[in-house]
T-cell receptor, first 115, second 114 residues
Framework: KAGVTQTPRYLIKTRGQQVTLSCSPI?????VSWYQQTPGQGLQFLFE???????NKGNFPGRFSGRQFSNSRSEMNVSTLELGDSALYLC??????????????FGEGSRLTVL | AQSVTQPDIHITVSEGASLELRCNYS??????LFWYVQSPGQGLQLLLK??????LVQGIKGFEAEFKRSQSSFNLRKPSVHWSDAAEYFC????????????FGKGTKLSVKP
């Protein structure tokens, strides 16, 4: 079955703009997590959504937000972009319930460059 | 504070040599432990995981890891490295029921010499 799909793969924005990233989880997965990956800070957890509800949130400013739709697709938004927001944003999906294997399945990421 | 430490930023081994990547964690509850691998331009792929039971776990691609509670370690090993193993390896820790929220180490980049 298809893996986790993230769009767009690459994008360039300027400071002050906003950006929306999209993630389609593996079919049947209802949990979606977002991570920011930078060379300096590594992989940092942003938030997790399950059944359209935010379940966990990392230590990021309010400029970072997300949502999940009834079909489990998720979007994250970053407003008022700063240079430091340049990063690879990774989405991961997982199943919950009887089929839960404890594994996160990652997409290939959306690489955001802020100029 | 909860954290994961991978002491080695970059390791180079010869093809066919054995490999051990170190991981130490600090976690208040019983940890769920993971090793992920990331090739350039790719997302992360799970190599193996430890939840409970046998402390030596087998993963994909011939990797194994041993959980040592007394040392708070979860080192990754492979007896014979292949050139295709060159990638970045991440150790991660999470809690039961909160698998979407993992704490990752900074990663160890593995280079393989022919």
């Amino acid at each position: 079955k298809a893996g986790v799909t993230q769009t767009p793969r690459y994008l360039i924005k300027t400071r002050g703009q906003q950006v929306t990233l999209s993630c389609s989880p593996i079919s049947g997965h209802r949990s979606v997590s977002w991570y920011q990956q930078t060379p300096g800070q590594g992989l940092q957890f942003l938030f997790e959504y399950f059944s359209e509800t935010q379940r966990n949130k990392g230590n990021f400013p309010g400029r970072f937000s997300g949502r999940q739709f009834s079909n489990s697709r998720s979007e994250m938004n970053v407003s008022t972009l700063e240079l430091g927001d340049s990063a690879l944003y990774l989405c991961a999906s997982s199943s919950r319930g009887p089929t839960n294997t404890g594994e996160l399945f990652f997409g290939e990421g959306s690489r955001l460059t802020v100029l | 504070a909860q954290s994961v430490t991978q002491p080695d930023i970059h390791i180079t081994v010869s093809e066919g040599a054995s490999l051990e990547l170190r991981c130490n964690y600090s976690y208040g509850a019983t940890p769920y432990l993971f090793w992920y691998v990331q090739s350039p331009g790719q997302g992360l792929q799970l190599l193996l995981k430890y939840f409970s039971g046998d402390t030596l776990v087998q993963g994909i691609k011939g990797f194994e890891a041993e959980f040592k509670r007394s040392q708070s370690s979860f080192n990754l090993r492979k007896p014979s490295v292949h050139w295709s193993d060159a990638a970045e390896y991440f150790c991660a820790v999470g809690a039961a029921g909160s698998q979407g929220n993992l704490i990752f180490g900074k990663g160890t980049k593995l280079s393989v010499k022919p």
